[in-house]
């Protein structure tokens, strides 16, 4: 099956392209060419977007549901609400994120979502595709442990991560973990050893603890500030640490209510561009009316945008969409510079960029159209529009 796509721009990792004319063949993108504008104008193309621009399918590395749905049920039923909802803002991967929860209640999680990532794997859905676990607790600090029920927390230990490696059948991709806690930096450079990336997170660390943590492998932080000791200028901590540190990836959750504009506009003026990464850190209300909710075994409360847990922040209802239109909004970012921290940045870190993030030939047809205030407008996956 062969179809056209006409748009105004297109956005690639590193290039703009004018007036483009996209061709798919079998659900990958057969060439990319720019026309002149009379061309444009009057092109005839399976699909015109004349002002839009064309990016790629945005990727998710931090979420742990949507559309009345948590990943920790692990069910088809469950994982196909939250693919076709996230498809439907723009998204074309994700990484469902678990939250700490009892042993028995993990390990069938991740078996869970160990099947539907393998089976997902084998079709194309023309959802959003689940790529790999996001394993967020048990190992956080008790300090910043956020909502994550406290009695649930485990010291870091490369035995109870090997029994959730091997029940996920090595399907866990990326770990939040505190690197102070005793045990970490092993845990760390084990898991690493197994193409997990770490990320720093629920954590007191102070500086050397940061550094302790990067040299045995991290390479990312989760939600920056959130749930981090505070810079101070004489104990500067993780956050001040992830500022400093150019070369550490960093998850920020954009919606005004987890982190102040200023404090997003500091974060972007120090950090270089092609490690920031936008998440939402999202829970089964996104989508959702306001009303009462779970994140795992917590009952959440979301109020006109606010969840909380006995009046602690828990996750958000924040979509990825919305976020690259805060952040062009909070800092005045360029649209490609947000795009990339909506999808090739989060590719990077988790080394499916040869697959994700990019616009090229060759590639599969995961393609997001935004309007000219970033809206989404259309969604196609494997080359297969996602609106019915």
Not at 22 to 50: C, K, M, P
Not at 134 to 147: A, M
Request: charged share 20%; proline share 4%.
């Amino acid at each position: 099956m062969i179809s056209t796509i006409a748009a105004r721009r297109l956005i690639r990792s590193d290039s703009m392209v004018e007036y483009p004319l996209v061709r798919i063949e079998d659900g990958r993108i057969n060439q990319i060419e720019s026309l002149n504008a009379a061309d444009h104008e009057r092109v005839q193309a399976t699909y015109n977007f004349r002002e839009a621009t064309l990016v790629p399918a945005y990727v998710d590395i931090h979420i742990h549901g949507c559309a009345g749905h948590d990943v920790m049920e692990a069910d088809p039923q469950a994982l196909n609400a939250i693919g076709s909802y996230l498809s439907s803002r723009g998204v074309g991967a994700y990484f469902p994120t678990t939250v700490t929860s009892p042993k028995d209640e993990t390990l069938r999680a991740l078996a869970g979502l160990a099947t539907e990532i393998k089976r997902r794997a084998e079709t194309i859905d023309y959802r959003a595709t689940p790529l790999g676990i996001h394993l967020e607790g048990p190992f956080l600090s008790h300090l910043k442990r956020g909502v994550h029920t406290e009695a649930l927390l485990e010291a870091p230990a490369v035995s109870l991560f090997d029994r959730f490696w091997q029940v996920a059948e090595g399907q866990i991709r990326l770990m939040t973990i505190a690197p102070e806690l005793p045990g970490a930096i092993e845990l760390i450079a084990h898991a690493t050893s197994l193409g997990v990336r770490c990320s720093m997170g629920h954590s007191d660390a102070r500086v050397c603890e940061a550094e302790a943590g990067f040299l045995a492998g991290a390479r990312s932080a989760t939600h920056t500030f959130n749930a981090m000791r505070a810079i101070d200028h004489r104990e500067p901590g993780l956050a001040a640490y992830v500022l400093d540190k150019q070369s550490l990836f960093a998850e920020i959750i954009c919606d005004g209510i987890h982190v102040d504009p200023l404090m997003v506009r500091l974060f972007l003026k120090a950090k270089d561009k092609d490690r920031v990464i936008l998440v939402t850190d999202g829970m089964s209300a996104t989508g959702m009316p306001d009303g009462t909710y779970m994140l795992g075994d917590m009952k959440v409360e979301v109020h006109n945008g606010r969840c909380t847990s006995d009046g602690t922040l828990a996750g958000s209802v924040l979509t990825l969409d919305r976020g690259v239109q805060n952040l062009i909004d909070f800092t005045d970012a360029s649209l490609s510079m947000a795009v990339a921290a909506a999808s090739h940045n989060p590719s990077r870190l988790m080394g499916i960029d040869e697959s994700w993030g990019s616009l090229e030939v060759g590639r599969a047809a995961n393609i997001t159209v935004l309007s000219p205030s970033a809206q989404v407008m259309q969604t196609f996956l494997a080359g297969r529009s996602t609106i019915a």
